[in-house]
C-alpha cells in the first residue's frame, strides 16, 4: 500500500493557460473521488468515478474542467482557461465499494494562478 | 442540502489539558459520519467513521462520539504532536450517495 499519489504537488500558472493534474490510487481502490480546498475552508467535493465511469459532478465543476480516469487506473484533472478563483489544493481521493467505504486522500496539488 | 458545522475554529491546549470539538450538522439519511486530521500541506487523514446515535470509536487519545444532531471528538491528554486541524464530513443519503460534505475543520494547537 503505497498510498494516493498526486502529481505535480504544486502548479503555478498565467491566467488563461490550461493546467493537468494527475492521481495514482491506490491499486485495488475501485472508486476515486476529486476534491477542491482553498484556505480556511474544508474540502469540497468535485467529481466521482467507478472504475472508468465517472458517475457523478458537483455543480462546482463548471465546462472548464474535465476530469477523466482511462481504464479505470489513474485519473486526471484538466482546467482549461484557468482564473484566479481557481487557486486552490486539489486533493485527490480512493476508496474501496463497500459498507464501511472509507476514503485516502493524497497530498494534493497546489494551484497558484497569477 | 447536507451541513456541516464545526466548534470552536480554533484551540489552544497545554500539553495535558484535555478538551473536545463539536461537529454539528443536518443530512438527510444519515449513511456516516466521519473525523478526519489534516496537517499543514497535506491531504486528510482517516481517522473515524460513525454510524448510528449511540456509536462511540476510539483511537490513542481520540474518542469520538455521535447523536442524532452532533458529534464530538475529544482528546485526553493532548501532546503537541497532536496539533493539526481535524475535519468532520457527513455522507447522507439525499442526493448524492458518494460525496462527503466537510466543515471547516477546527485547528487545534496543544503547547508544550
Known amino acids: 500500500d503505497t498510498g494516493v499519489s498526486q502529481n505535480p504537488r504544486h502548479k503555478i500558472t498565467k491566467r488563461g493557460q490550461n493546467v493537468t493534474f494527475r492521481c495514482d490510487p491506490i491499486?485495488?481502490?475501485?472508486?476515486l473521488y476529486w476534491y477542491r480546498q482553498t484556505l480556511g475552508q474544508g474540502p469540497e467535493f468535485l467529481t466521482y468515478?467507478?472504475?472508468?465511469?465517472?458517475?457523478?459532478k458537483s455543480r462546482l465543476l463548471s465546462d472548464r474542467f474535465s476530469a477523466e480516469r482511462p481504464k479505470g487506473s489513474f485519473s486526471t484533472l484538466e482546467i482549461q482557461r484557468t482564473e484566479q478563483g481557481d487557486s486552490a489544493m486539489y486533493l485527490c481521493?480512493?476508496?474501496?465499494?463497500?459498507?464501511?467505504?472509507?476514503?485516502?486522500f493524497g497530498s494534493g496539488t497546489q494551484l497558484s494562478v497569477l | 442540502e447536507d451541513q456541516v458545522t464545526q466548534s470552536p475554529e480554533a484551540l489552544r491546549l497545554q500539553e495535558g489539558e484535555s478538551s473536545s470539538l463539536n461537529c454539528s450538522y443536518t443530512v438527510s439519511g444519515l449513511r456516516g459520519l466521519f473525523w478526519y486530521r489534516q496537517d499543514p500541506g497535506k491531504g486528510p487523514e482517516f481517522l473515524f467513521t460513525?454510524?448510528?446515535a449511540g456509536e462511540e470509536k476510539e483511537k490513542e487519545r481520540l474518542k469520538a462520539t455521535l447523536t442524532k444532531k452532533e458529534s464530538f471528538l475529544h482528546i485526553t491528554a493532548p501532546k503537541p504532536e497532536d496539533s493539526a486541524t481535524y475535519l468532520c464530513?457527513?455522507?447522507?443519503?439525499?442526493?448524492?450517495?458518494?460525496?462527503?460534505?466537510f466543515g471547516k475543520g477546527t485547528l487545534l494547537t496543544v503547547n508544550p
Open positions: 460513525l454510524y448510528s
Open positions: 481521493a480512493s476508496s474501496l465499494a463497500g459498507p464501511s467505504e472509507k476514503l485516502f
Open positions: 464530513a457527513v455522507r447522507g443519503s439525499g442526493g448524492s450517495n458518494y460525496k462527503l460534505t
Open positions: 491499486s485495488e481502490h475501485n472508486r
Open positions: 468515478f467507478q472504475n472508468e465511469a465517472q458517475l457523478e
